[in-house]
């Protein structure tokens, strides 16, 4: 079984940073891919960014230059630096990954999700 534990969330004011931390544990033969969505109330889950083994990103139009995606390869683990945070951005943030188990299992894993508010 695999294991994401996400960290990092918070309140911050418009105009500062944050950073989440998403580490993955368990049965890890390799990681295909990584990402964030995030999801504000009343809202459809949303792609933030996304990063493929590789170091292929994607992100979406409204993070695009304030938020940065990398990836520890020797952690597991993946970061998202955000920054110039606006209160639209508020939401709770959950880490994705495409995680091999085996020659036979490959699987898709959701974190918990960390709360980041921005107040104006």
């Known amino acids: 079984q695999v294991q994401l534990v996400e960290s990092g969330g918070g309140l911050v004011q418009a105009g500062g940073s944050l950073r989440l931390s998403c580490a993955a544990s368990?049965?890890?033969?390799?990681?295909?891919?990584m990402g964030w969505y995030r999801q504000a109330p009343g809202e459809q889950r949303e792609l933030v960014a996304h990063?493929?083994?590789?170091?292929?990103?994607n992100y979406s139009d409204s993070v695009k230059g304030r938020f940065t995606i990398a990836m520890d390869n020797a952690k597991n683990t993946v970061y998202l630096q955000m920054n110039s945070l606006k209160p639209e951005d508020t939401a709770v943030y959950y880490c994705?990954?495409?995680?091999?188990?085996?020659?036979?299992?490959?699987?898709?894993?959701w974190g918990q999700g960390t709360q980041v508010t921005v107040s104006s």
């Open positions: 994705n990954a495409l995680i091999r188990s085996s020659i036979f299992s490959i699987k898709d894993y």
């Open positions: 368990g049965s890890i033969r390799s990681i295909n891919a």
């Open positions: 990063l493929i083994s590789g170091g292929s990103t």
